[in-house]
């Protein structure tokens, strides 16, 4: 059966677990015509009208970036973007027992987990049977900064520095959508003083969130994990402004 370039584009996303953009022409001169971008921006396939290549190509990195499906309209044209989306990432540093029940609410929620640690009795499929991928070592050794994009969510949930410093060089230089890390108030401002002599920026170092999670009285496990997804569900969605668009929104 012959598909068109457009259909095994977007098919090549999802197959691939790839972040991406599929434009459409619903309305307007060249109704019908479709193209389809990377996480970049960059064109996979298709074609639209020339004079809206680079007007559409600016609101759908926005979009992107909000992970936002609409219709703008242009002039005489109106354009249907759809967001092609895999699963966002958390990385879990600590396989502790709040790490339990964070992965297994995460999954409900649609992440891809991987939980992280050096001690291989810790990190096993008994403890996290709902994880999705289990990493036996250091940070340095079981990631690199090229995991850390802008859909991952990192939580640190361990209070040893021996663990939580390879991280910091991996991580705070990367665009990742969310940091956590646990500790009382004096801990987080011990690490951010220490990261702050290291070298790292007040605006990298102020990524972190710590003490982690909404305060909502958590007490038990269950409860500090819930405080920290609703954290990290704000950071995903939740932007200081909406985001400045060429096109104009259309109600369908």
């Known amino acids: ?34 193209i389809v971008l990377d996480h970049s921006g960059g064109v996979i396939a298709g074609s639209l009208p020339e004079p809206l290549v680079a007007p559409a190509r600016a609101d759908a990195l926005a979009l992107m970036l909000r992970e936002t499906s609409t219709t703008l309209a242009y002039e005489e044209h109106e354009l249907f973007y759809e967001v092609i989306a895999p699963r966002p990432r958390l990385f879990v540093f600590g396989a502790v ?23 291989p009795a810790f990190v096993t499929k008994e403890r996290f049977p709902e994880a999705d991928e289990l990493r036996v070592g250091w940070p340095d050794d079981v990631v690199d900064s090229t995991a850390f994009d802008t859909r991952t969510f990192v939580v640190v949930l361990t209070h040893d520095r021996r663990f939580e410093d390879p991280l910091w060089p991996l991580l705070l230089p990367t665009d990742v959508r969310y940091i956590g890390a646990m500790g009382s108030s004096k801990t987080t401002a011990a690490r951010r003083q220490r990261l702050l002599d290291s070298g790292f920026t007040a605006e990298q170092v102020d990524r972190i969130h710590g003490p982690i999670g909404l305060d909502i009285g958590s007490r038990a496990a269950g409860e500090v994990a819930i405080a920290i997804l609703g954290e990290m569900i704000a950071a995903r969605y939740l932007h200081d402004r909406e985001p400045q668009l060429i096109g104009r929104s259309v109600r369908l």
């Not at 964070?102 to 991987?114: M, P, S």
Request: overall charge negative; hydrophobic content about 45%; aromatic content about 4%.
């Open 1 to 34: 059966m012959v598909t068109s370039p457009v259909l095994e584009a977007t098919r090549s996303l999802i197959d691939e677990d790839a972040f991406g953009m599929v434009i459409t022409v619903i309305a307007g001169p060249e109704a019908g015509s479709k």
């Open 97 to 119: 027992h709040i790490a339990q029940e964070l992965v297994q609410h995460a999954g409900l929620l649609g992440f891809h987990t991987v939980v992280a640690d050096p001690r």
